[in-house]
């Protein structure tokens, strides 16, 4: 509730929360079987269903999971004894610092990586001692099997903890405890700006991430999108005609488009009335279902356990980066939403398929960072590389086949029209700024690609 008032919901609030972790968790991962890459698939899950309890916002999830897999990521290599020249953080904007190396005998890289991975999440999130349970439930299940012995066990725990703990400095220092220091947005008065939507008319979401640190964009004016159109009411104009375009698409939507936009709608702030009460309705955030999806091709790639960590762990420090790109460009141009600009001028009886999201509109987040992931996943798995997508399963949706991730990220862009929450320019720009960011994080990284396993 805490994390809601934030956000501005000063009204009665019911939440729906999410109590069926082995469901949710299928849509994730489809193995039986209980394995060690079965446990690291399940543990980053249980990362997920906190931040649904905690209604996340869509980029302080991508820093979540940024942070969680990297733990998951650098344990394993330190477990091994192996060196910083062959870990993500090698070539990035962290600062280097001693790294622990293999100061224990019997160290299991595997329970290291996951039990690091939740103690990371245990202390950087605010319902995180939830995880506590999950905690036990791994050192449980590594006790009972061959993987470790008991004696051992202790010492994997303070080891893991030790590479939480380094994580955590870094986070330390990336500008997220001064968010809450920083002057409040306040929506402007003038014509084409963003201000809150119905029905929750929430204030805006992480106004100043412009200032969190990336972990790979240098700069991010080298990320700025094209400006969007000017807000110009004349007819002709192009965000006349965009306006229109909203207008006309959501008004006679096929039974496939409407799918669509549900499908990729991911959002954790949706609220519904029911007589003086508002429901909130708990969803994973749009960063959530692209960790979904690498862990779908993960899985269907059979992957090793060292390289299912690479890929989520690069995926979620793209998609980190691609939100804080977006949300500067989102504050800058500080574009009004359809819903507000169609109310106001073409139909005041209008509402959008979609709940607006509370935050300006240009560019589209989904396209942003739909298509940096779908990069990074590219590169790494190929490019036709098809696979289902369960990721919406457990919230009534049909699952989806793609032929390819570029495929997936097209989709989920345009569903945000189909929604009536973005206009086209915001979807347009917002594909090439994550391809443009999918692509430096590939030659910064130095990415691997599983064709070379």
Known sequence: M?????IGIVFPLIILILTCPGLLSTAFSQKSSITPIKIFSDNLFHITEVMVTDV????????????TTLASHLAWYQALGKTSDENLLTNTNIEPFEYIGETEKN????FVSVYAMLETGKKIMPSGKLLESKQKVLVSQYAKSKWI??????????????VAEQVLDIAKNDGYRQLSALTRYTPKKNEGHWYPTPPAYMGAVE????????FFLKELKLYKPMPPAKFDLTAGSSFKKQLDEVFEVTSSLSEEQE???????CNPFKVSFSGHMA?????????GHWIGITGIAAEKANLTWQEAIYIHTLVAMGLHDAFVSCWEEKYDSDRIRPESAIQKHLDSAWRPLLQTPPFPEYTSGHSVISKTSAVILTNYFGENFDFIDT????????????QSFYKAADEAAISRLYGGIHFRDAIEEGVKQGDKIGKYILERSGSKQLSNR
Do not use: C, H, M, Q
């Not at 399963?393 to 989806?400: D, I, K, N, S």
């Open 391 to 402: 990721s919406e399963v457990y919230f009534g949706l049909p699952e989806r086949p793609f």
């Open 56 to 67: 996340a916002s869509p980029p302080a999830a991508a820093r979540f999971y940024a942070y």
């Open 149 to 162: 012995s008991k004696k051992d066990i202790e010492a994997n725990i303070l080891f893991a903890e030790k």
């Open 259 to 265: 799918l669509i936009a549900n499908f990729w709608d």
């Open 207 to 214: 106004p100043e991430w412009r200032t969190i640190k990336t």
């Open 107 to 110: 160290l299991s890289p595997e």
């Open 279 to 287: 429901i909130g309705l708990k969803k994973i955030s749009p960063g």
């Open 2 to 6: 805490n994390s809601l008032k934030k």
